[in-house]
């Protein structure tokens, strides 16, 4: 199985469960913890950094791109950086299914994108499902939260620190708590 095999079974919606697609997950994986290592053991300017996320996604990372590592993910080839994104300290992309971080997004310290799920019933346990986590344009993420797989967040949202996401969340909204529900819009005159 190829890379690009792995990535259209998956925009196909579909599941995770043979043992060739388990050795293409291993490998990859093998390959992005190679990365990521290089990334998080030793100090990098921003340059290096773009380069290396470079190398982890597959496709070029914008120079206005800056992230404060460590940064932890266990594919790589399934995230999408847009334009002056900034990603801080501790954040996990399980990115099988993919994400997809508009231009201008702000993420918060310790994020997690999930974008996997297992089998309900024990004996469907081992298969996992993916479905893609896109963020729209300027989206801010706060920290510690976690968006779930499938979920589609509007522009200029807000995700309220320790939040889990696991419904769509609508442009210019703020949305919070556990699962996350909406709170309010946003009044774009207001400056806090």
Same mark, same amino acid.
Not at 104 to 120: K, Q, S
Not at 157 to 164: H, M, P, R
């Given at each position: 199985?190829?890379?690009?095999? =792995?990535?259209?079974?998956? @925009? ?16 990859? !994986?093998?390959? *992005? ?8 053991? !030793? ?21 206005? =791109? @800056? ?18 994104? =900034? ?25 997690? =994108? ?16 993916? *479905? ?12 510690? !939260? ?13 995700? *309220? ?8 969340? *609508? ?19 207001? @400056?806090?």
């Amino acid at each position: 199985m190829t890379l690009d095999d =792995f990535l259209n079974h998956i @925009k196909g919606g579909g599941v995770l469960n043979t043992p060739e697609i388990y050795q293409m997950m291993d490998e990859m !994986s093998d390959e *992005a913890r190679r990365i990521t290592c290089e990334i998080n053991n !030793s100090y990098h300017s921003q340059e290096e950094l773009r380069v290396l996320m470079s190398r982890l996604t597959g496709r070029p990372v914008d120079e206005t =791109f @800056k992230m404060f590592p460590p940064f932890y993910t266990d594919f790589g080839r399934n995230i999408t950086i847009g334009r002056n994104v =900034f990603i801080n300290a501790c954040c996990h992309f399980q990115d099988h299914g993919g994400v997809t971080l508009g231009d201008g997004c702000l993420i918060g310290h310790n994020v997690v =994108f999930a974008t996997l799920d297992h089998g309900m019933v024990p004996e469907d346990r081992g298969a996992m499902y993916p *479905a893609p986590i896109c963020l729209g344009k300027n989206v801010w993420v706060g920290s510690n !939260s976690t968006i779930l797989r499938g979920v589609n967040v509007g522009d200029n949202a807000i995700i *309220a620190a320790g939040s889990v996401v696991t419904k769509d969340v *609508a442009a210019n909204t703020v949305v919070g708590g556990v699962p996350a529900r909406y709170i309010r819009n946003i009044n774009r005159n207001e @400056k806090r």
